[in-house]
């Protein structure tokens, strides 16, 4: 009868029987694959530091599972993770079919190549803890499978969290060029008697007494021309080039000893009139006058005054404040007079919008450029139209025109425990008047214009983009470089040595198959025989017998195509003295039993 032995004495490497995880093409397959998600990670990476991330992503959900949200994070965070399990696991494979077919490999080497039983017959990885596997590795000087066990450990504990952490969402924004046109203008010519100011006057009080957002195209202190963007849906922030109208107010506290009051006296309804004169930088105010009754409890009242000419106008507008007192030389107490030195102003800047659909939504910053004074005469219609913008309140103890109304109801914000506080006021006016005059903008003097203005803006959309995360691409990419050169030593490795086998040895009828005929099964015999009552012989052998100096090779015979395994000098040695990792075992496995006993 023929018989088909799983080993083979050729010196050709066809014919080896190897196992399916160390052939050609599932190595090929598994180095493919890495070198393409190696290249695949670079150039993800090389393009999400250049691109500011390399995809646009939105962030969807896709229900629950369990109760548990599920949105769509996962497709670059979970499902990467998942995906490369099964490549950790295949080298994982490789790995350990490498270290099983080393005791064969081995004992192919023969006699020449003095390999004793603790490398050859006794050699089995898989009963080592697979975190001191590479020592052991080293130790018999197998240095692919040292490398291959410890990188493969390391791909089992970051292989999968780096690459769940491998693509991280961030806001970027983008910026494109856009048409924009406008389509008003500033006319500084239609400010006139007949303008209605009360729009400004409800702007002001509402912004500044109450907290207000004031109305787009317009700040607290400054009016814009508007800009719109050709196409009707853009949404994004729009930064473009226009022009921005405020007044410097130049406000100051006349002091009360200055203007030097003269009060007329009183009729018989207590009814007199103070007359106030002073000079102000330059600009000679004379014969303000008030009328003051014991009605009214608080005036504040608007002023103003003509000074330059019509090529330089420096007039002066103020607010003249107090409280009745029947006592005082003048029936007033505290007497605060603010005068200001209004200049306008044009300056042109980059102004930034955010847009929805089209439409205005938020100022954003302004970057000032060029500033340039505007001088009209259409301006003094302001200041002398201001004090006569009456208020009509019969019923209050207030004696106030619409800006003084507007100054005084903000000062008692600023200091509400005073009825007239001079540095309230004088911050009020000043504030007021701003918030006035660009409101007067926004509302009356930006009119339409022919043709509208065309123009160009940057318009920048926030969007949602995913980004590789360099640190860990870094490290992803160093332990798949690794993996794949542990991958390509086995591989040369394993096509560079033989084994004895010749067909998988399955089972323990096929590692019985490989023992046959040779010298194992004798010397096992012979151990039982010495030591019946043993009962780890394995164990025994492991420490009294000279393992380290043994040979053990594979022999084949003349003739036949297989041969037997060659055992020689493995002797027992009653002062054989253990090993020292069989002294480490030893000191643990007496701690076990001492804590067995414990328990008991």
Not at 248 to 264: F, L, Q, V
Not at 332 to 346: G, M, V
Not at 395 to 412: K, T
Request: one cysteine or more; glycine letters at 6%.
């Amino acid at each position: 009868m023929k018989h088909n032995w799983p080993w083979t004495r050729s010196n050709s490497v066809e014919g080896n029987w190897r196992p399916w995880e160390l052939k050609r093409w599932w190595i090929s397959v598994i180095f493919v694959i890495k070198i393409g998600l190696l290249i695949t990670i670079i150039v993800l990476s090389v393009l999400s530091a250049k691109h500011n991330g390399f995809r646009r992503v939105s962030v969807h959900s896709f229900g629950n599972f369990l109760d548990v949200p599920v949105d769509s994070h996962i497709l670059w965070g979970a499902l990467p993770s998942f995906l490369i399990s099964p490549l950790g696991l295949a080298f994982a494979g490789i790995i350990k079919a490498a270290a099983d077919r080393q005791p064969y490999v081995e004992l192919y080497k023969g006699r020449s190549a003095h390999r004793n039983a603790r490398q050859t017959i006794l050699l089995d990885y898989a009963t080592y803890p697979s975190i001191f596997n590479w020592a052991f590795a080293l130790s018999k000087q197998h240095f692919h499978i040292s490398a291959g066990i410890s990188t493969q450990l390391l791909a089992s504990l970051l292989l999968a969290p780096l690459m769940s952490n491998l693509f991280q969402q961030n806001p970027t924004q983008t910026q494109s060029s856009i048409k924009l046109r406008a389509f008003n203008g500033l006319n500084i010519s239609a400010l006139t008697e007949a303008t209605d100011l009360q729009p400004a006057f409800d702007i002001s009080s509402a912004v500044n007494v109450y907290k207000a957002a004031p109305p787009v195209w317009m700040t607290p202190n400054s009016s814009f021309e508007p800009f719109y963007p050709n196409e009707g849906s853009v949404s994004g922030n729009v930064t473009f080039p226009t022009f921005a109208y405020f007044v410097d107010t130049d406000c100051e506290s006349i002091a009360r000893a200055e203007p030097n009051p003269t009060y007329g006296g009183s009729d018989v309804q207590g009814t007199g009139t103070n007359v106030i004169s002073f000079m102000d930088r330059n600009c000679s105010i004379s014969d303000l006058q008030w009328p003051v009754t014991s009605e009214k409890r608080i005036y504040s009242r608007t002023w103003w005054q003509s000074c330059g000419d019509s090529q330089d106008p420096q007039d002066r507008i103020g607010v003249f404040a107090g409280a009745y007192s029947p006592t005082s030389a003048d029936s007033l107490d505290n007497l605060t007079i603010i005068s200001c030195w209004p200049k306008y102003w044009n300056r042109s800047v980059a102004l930034t919008m955010a847009f929805e659909d089209g439409g205005p939504g938020q100022l954003g910053d302004v970057t000032p450029q060029n500033t340039s004074r505007i001088q009209s005469t259409s301006l003094r219609t302001l200041h002398s139209y201001l004090p006569e913008y009456g208020l009509s309140s019969p019923s209050s103890d207030l004696d106030s025109d619409s800006f003084g109304n507007v100054v005084h109801a903000y000062a008692q914000r600023l200091a509400p425990e005073s009825n007239i506080d001079n540095d309230a006021y004088l911050n009020s006016t000043g504030v007021m008047y701003s918030t006035l005059f660009a409101a007067l903008v926004t509302t009356q003097l930006i009119e339409p214009l022919q043709p509208p203005l065309v123009g160009t803006g940057t318009l920048a959309t926030t969007v949602t983009r995913l980004y590789v995360v360099l640190p860990i691409a870094y490290s992803l990419i160093t332990l798949l470089a690794v993996m794949t050169v542990c991958t390509v030593v086995i591989f040369v490795y394993v096509e560079r040595t033989n084994s004895i086998l010749q067909e998988e040895p399955q089972g323990l009828l096929g590692r019985a198959m490989v023992l046959l005929q040779g010298d194992v099964m004798e010397f096992v015999e012979r151990v039982r025989e010495r030591h019946p009552t043993e009962r780890k012989l394995l164990e025994y052998v492991k420490k009294h017998y000279t393992v380290r100096s043994s040979k053990c090779w594979y022999e084949g015979e003349l003739g036949p195509s297989w041969g037997s395994i060659r055992l020689t000098d493995l002797e027992e040695d009653s002062n054989l003295r253990p090993s020292s990792w069989q002294r480490i075992l030893a000191f643990f496995s007496l701690q076990r039993r001492h804590l067995r006993k414990g328990a008991h």
